[in-house]
């Protein structure tokens, strides 16, 4: 069965401290891998996306790194903000048979002052 | 553009009643889905659409019935609500016609049913 783990459930960290959150998926064939960022009370939106050919992205302080072998992904975020409490989704798209898309779970981050 | 909408918000409903949930997107997109997302658990597509007039079942579509009568409009129904049926559902929607697309979402409507 397709599916998308996520790692830690929930965070806390310090503002101004980096975090890594952990992403392993069995989903297979392999399209590509989706971070999400979702508020509290908001629909997610899209940070990054990597395509199998892919091993890193950055978008501002949120670095995503992709190993299609160990079919393993990262989203590092640098110098965190108290903005970037959150909700973070990892999603991947099954290729073939109408692109499904598989969703984890989330890491909730906390970021305190 | 006000992206994607839905309404309403938040709803009560009591075991049996119906109700229709409604999301309107103003990007001239082809692709719309329903997701709903329960604790612990990642989002699961209920229903989606390819175009106008079209629709599909999802993940999980039991329960739940759609129509796509305009491009920008998509609808999701409950003929009878179920306490199983509370959740927090989520429409998207898409440009590019593969779901693998990012996706943009509304804000999400609440259904608690009692």
């Known amino acids: 069965k397709n599916q998308v783990e996520q790692s830690p459930q929930s965070l806390i960290i310090l503002e101004g401290k980096n975090c890594t959150l952990q992403c392993n998926y069995t989903v297979s064939p392999f399209s590509n891998l989706r971070w999400y960022k979702q508020d509290t009370g908001r629909g997610p939106v899209s940070l990054t996306i990597m395509t199998f050919s892919e091993n890193t992205k950055s978008n501002g302080r949120y670095t995503a790194t992709l190993d299609a072998d160990t079919k393993q992904s990262s989203l590092h975020i640098t110098a965190s903000q108290l903005s970037d409490s959150a909700s973070y989704i990892c999603v991947v798209s099954e290729r073939g048979g109408g692109n499904k898309l598989v969703f984890g779970a989330g890491t909730i981050l906390r970021v305190k002052s | 553009n006000a992206g994607v909408t839905q309404t309403p918000k938040f709803r009560v409903l009591k075991t049996g009643q119906s109700m229709t949930l409604l999301c309107a997107q103003d990007?001239?997109?082809?692709?719309m889905y329903w997701y709903r997302q329960d604790p612990g658990m990642g989002l699961r597509l209920i229903h989606y659409?390819?175009?106008?007039?079209?629709?599909a079942k999802g993940e999980v579509p039991d329960g739940y019935n759609v129509s796509r009568l305009k491009k920008q409009n998509f609808l999701l129904g409950l003929e009878s609500a179920a306490p199983s049926q509370t959740s927090v559902y989520f429409c998207a929607s898409s440009y590019v016609g593969r779901m693998a697309d990012t996706q943009y979402f509304g804000p999400g409507t609440r259904l608690t049913v009692l």
């Open positions: 659409s390819v175009g106008e007039g079209t629709t």
């Open positions: 990007m001239n997109h082809e692709y």
